[in-house]
T-cell receptor, first 113, second 115 residues
Framework: DGGITQSPKYLFRKEGQNVTLSCEQN?????MYWYRQDPGQGLRLIYYSQIVNDFQKGDIAEGYSVSREKKESFPLTVTSAQKNPTAFYLC????????????FGQGTRLTVV | AQSVTQLGSHVSVSEGALVLLRCNYS??????LFWYVQYPNQGLQLLLK??????LVKGINGFEAEFKKSETSFHLTKPSAHMSDAAEYFCAVSEAVRGYNKLIFGAGTRLAVHP
């Protein structure tokens, strides 16, 4: 089945640690995205990538980093510089172009302990 | 910049009753609008999208939405609620930024369905 796989589903991090969230898609989509979801705030864009080896900051990129070495993969690293990392993180992908629908993974819930 | 506003963070209906979830948009160009549904601890699933082909858009699970330019609205409706419709619903508008697709989401409306 084609889709987007995020792992792990739940992740716990100690303060001061970096953690990496995995996102893999087999939809052959060029564009991939990372969103952060907090209660009552909808989804906010962290980073996006239109092609391999290229990515751009979204609205809330501070404290996050990404890479796009393969078309299928778009991992997100939450660094220790992110002051409030506890949230639900969603990865999405879409075909290239504007106004196309995005397909979402099942999400990773990150909790700082 | 484009934006969407969802009126009502929580909506509660009885099973079998009409579902109406409100979304108003702000856009200086003809908008492309989406409704997504999210079940607890899950990702988002596309319900329907408006791309200017028709003002009344039918989606999955019996949902539909009507685009009204004069009211800048794109409300989501379902004639008869089912218990399985309980979820959070997000309205979104698509903005073209440097050739890519940026989705701007509303804050969401949580729908509760009671017997």
């Amino acid at each position: 089945d084609g889709g987007i796989t995020q792992s792990p589903k739940y992740l716990f991090r100690k303060e001061g640690q970096n953690v990496t969230l995995s996102c893999e898609q087999n939809l052959n989509h060029d564009a991939m995205y990372w969103y952060r979801q907090d209660p009552g705030q909808g989804l906010r864009l962290i980073y996006y990538s239109q092609i391999v080896n290229d990515f751009q900051k979204g609205d809330i990129a501070e404290g996050y980093s990404v890479s796009r070495e393969k078309k299928e993969s778009f991992p997100l690293t939450v660094t220790s510089a992110q002051k409030n990392p506890t949230a639900f993180y969603l990865c999405a992908s879409s075909i290239q172009g504007t106004h196309t629908e995005a397909f979402f993974g099942q999400g990773t819930r990150l909790t700082v302990v | 910049a484009q934006s969407v506003t969802q009126l009502g963070s929580h909506v509660s209906v009885s099973e079998g009753a009409l579902v109406l979830l409100r979304c108003n948009y702000s856009s200086s160009v003809p908008p492309y609008l989406f409704w997504y549904v999210q079940y607890p601890n899950q990702g988002l699933q596309l319900l329907l999208k408006y791309t200017s082909a028709a003002t009344l858009v039918k989606g999955i699970n019996g949902f539909e939405a009507e685009f009204k330019k004069s009211e800048t609205s794109f409300h989501l409706t379902k004639p008869s609620a089912h218990m399985s419709d309980a979820a959070e619903y997000f309205c979104a508008v698509s903005e073209a930024v440097r050739g890519y697709n940026k989705l701007i989401f509303g804050a969401g409306t949580r729908l509760a369905v009671h017997p």
